[in-house]
């Protein structure tokens, strides 16, 4: 199915997204789920995605069609990330009018999801969630990250830990340690992850890396994770029972 | 919705289910979900329900009429924890027949769950989840936990620190621990908890409690976890991101 989530913090946003594509258990593949607009100086937009993946690589494919054609109804020529959220909106839309009766006539949902962050010059950075309908929402201070695909297992570390004053690297190990429980339970859900750092006003990707099985940094983190939580657990006092 | 959870291990059961209620977030009640039924020294059996208040309170009604009766088929005379599962998921079929048509009738799921647990004289004790549908799964020692209702923000906990060879009261505290993550992130599990645990081979229970906002033992295991997974996250070395 696919984790991904995206943070918005005062130093810049961190995207992540794992390549997990599952048709059913016994049919596992990876597709990256991450894609990037750029234009250094002028723009950097992250798309991250989530569901029927005939769905999401369609909008996707569509989207960088316009952009590569230099189409003025492009993520590289949007005027604000608001509009440019409403142009992934309107090409889902669009992919739905093509695909959505064929899959209704097969009893398949249309299933997709989509995070989109970024910066253009002129604008602070801007974090949305599209949801299959085509209309959006964006994140705030309140609530500063947005989840697509299989989100439940990481929204607890997420709620507990993520604080907008954080630096981009505080962020980016918190996006890091909701994957921690994630993996545990979820074999919908593998290395590697994709991870997108961009500080505010740089108007360039600060950092683009991709985490697999032998990633060191990944591998102690997650070992010292659960070294630490199963220490934790362990120093509590239990209650009295009887 | 109500969050509810049963673990075998190998000193015992124990059981925990909050009352939260919820027919729309504007609609919140307090039920029971745990309920007993004790022969001291021949059988304890203890029921744990999730789902549509309406179906669970007919099955556990109809136990319950069933076993103070004395009539042959009850939780009270059934010869070993298989036939009290089966009965469950057959009284549950019973409740389906007389409610099911017309809950489809307003497009209302048939939607309710059991976890059955306990010991009676000549058996070791045995934890089982009835479906919906009137089947059941047994507990295992490689998956000696049992879930219903709102399971996902509880399941991490429970799939990191269970142990079969855990203590009853620290199994307690990993019951409650798994509460932690759920009452954060998930409004329709609230406080008060019921927990009831089982030392194997008493044929009596072992601890009933009730456990509510003013609890000082769970305010300060949750207080204590919240405090020790902020400092545990704050001590791992962040990743460079440029």
Not at 114 to 134: S, T
Not at 141 to 146: I, K, R, S, Y
Not at 165 to 176: D, P
Request: aromatic share 8%; with cysteine; charged share 20%.
């Amino acid at each position: 199915m696919t984790y991904c989530v995206g943070v918005a913090v005062e130093a810049g946003l961190v995207f992540a997204g794992d390549r997990r594509t599952n048709a059913g258990p016994d049919h596992i593949s990876e597709f990256r789920k991450l894609t990037v607009f750029e234009q250094p100086g002028e723009r950097v937009l992250v798309l991250l995605s989530a569901g029927n993946l005939a769905v999401t690589q369609a909008t996707v494919a569509m989207l960088q069609e316009s952009a590569s054609r230099e189409s003025a109804e492009s993520l590289m020529k949007a005027p604000s990330m608001f509009r440019a959220a409403r142009l992934v909106g309107n090409v889902l839309r669009e992919v739905h009018r093509v695909d959505g009766e064929a899959l209704d006539e097969h009893n398949i949902g249309f299933n997709a999801g989509f995070v989109l962050g970024g910066q253009i010059a002129g604008e602070p950075p801007r974090l949305f969630q599209i949801y299959k309908e085509g209309n959006f929402i964006e994140a705030t201070v309140d609530t500063p990250f947005l989840q697509i695909g299989e989100t439940k297992y990481g929204k607890p570390v997420l709620d507990r830990l993520i604080r907008v004053s954080a630096s981009l690297a505080e962020t980016a190990k918190c996006v890091l340690v909701s994957y921690s429980p994630t993996l545990k339970s979820n074999v919908s859900v593998g290395l590697p992850i994709d991870l997108v750092c961009y500080r505010k006003d740089s108007l360039k990707l600060t950092c683009r890396t991709t985490i697999g099985t032998d990633d060191p940094y990944f591998q102690s983190l997650t070992t010292a994770w659960d070294v630490g939580i199963a220490a934790l657990f362990r120093s509590l006092p239990d209650p009295e029972v009887g």
